[in-house]
């Protein structure tokens, strides 16, 4: 068992037009982190909507050493986000979560509990078990959350109950371990993630969480994510 004090949380947020959800984000980062050492790295992909001017003044007010911001040029997909981001990460623990409030910074101190209490690798957020859920969809994006779910256990049985979830808190060595064999692009970067973390024996575990819909902004979740979706659960099929 690893004692909390000697962890240190590097919590990548990748950001693209969230400047109206940043700082309340920073804000409950700290209200629910208050004795636990983490810094937030923000890696913003060229927002146009002045994320990174907000970022700035937060750094001003909480300190650049515990706000990093990391831009890159210009929109370049997730899986590549978390890889920059991991670049500048200090903690030897990597909590990975999205920036538009959909994922609640109250359910971190059970991510860090779960992990000290099981010496779990990975520890992901689950929406499909007792005590989780989701708010603010309507049913048809209930409908094809869900049955993308069933229809990857069915064919891939991870272990896992949620596999598109992006909330996660990972070892710093694992998550560099699993990223560096993954291939996918956007949303089903997300379940090969799981998918060989479970693969290569690592020690998942899971928290109950309510996904919320995002606040501010719109959902970047379409048509043409969904045909990526299915063709990447065909490749996971192959060739894991």
């Not at 940043?22 to 909507?49: M, Q």
């Not at 050493?65 to 623990?93: C, E, M, Q, W």
């Not at 379940?191 to 959902?219: C, L, N, Q, W």
Request: with cysteine.
């Amino acid at each position: 068992m690893e004692e909390k004090s000697k962890n240190k949380f590097s919590i990548i947020v990748p950001t693209y037009n969230e400047r109206l959800n940043i700082a309340l984000l920073v804000y409950l980062v700290f209200k629910h982190l208050r004795d636990v050492d983490f810094e937030i790295i923000v890696v913003d992909d060229g927002s146009p909507d002045g994320t990174q001017e907000v970022v700035k003044q937060l750094q001003q007010l909480y300190g650049e050493d515990r706000i990093l911001l990391r831009p890159r040029p210009r929109k370049l997909g997730l899986g590549t986000a978390y890889v920059h981001g991991l670049k500048h990460a200090s903690g030897n623990f990597v909590v990975i979560m999205d920036a538009d409030l959909s994922h609640h910074p109250k359910y971190l101190p059970s991510f860090i509990k779960k992990q000290l209490e099981t010496g779990a690798d990975m520890v992901t957020g689950t929406r499909y078990v007792k005590g989780g859920g989701v708010h603010g969809w309507n049913l048809m994006r209930k409908l094809t959350s869900r049955g993308a779910n069933v229809l990857a256990h069915t064919l891939l049985w991870p272990g896992v109950s949620d596999l598109t979830g992006s909330f996660r808190l990972y070892r710093k060595s694992v998550l560099e371990d699993v990223i560096s064999s993954c291939v996918s692009k956007g949303y089903v970067f997300q379940m090969e993630m799981i998918v060989r973390a479970s693969r290569k024996g690592y020690h998942i575990e899971e928290v109950p969480i309510t996904f919320v819909d995002r606040v501010f902004g719109s959902s970047k979740l379409g048509g043409s994510e969904i045909v990526e979706y299915l063709k990447g659960l065909a490749y996971l099929l192959v060739t894991t």
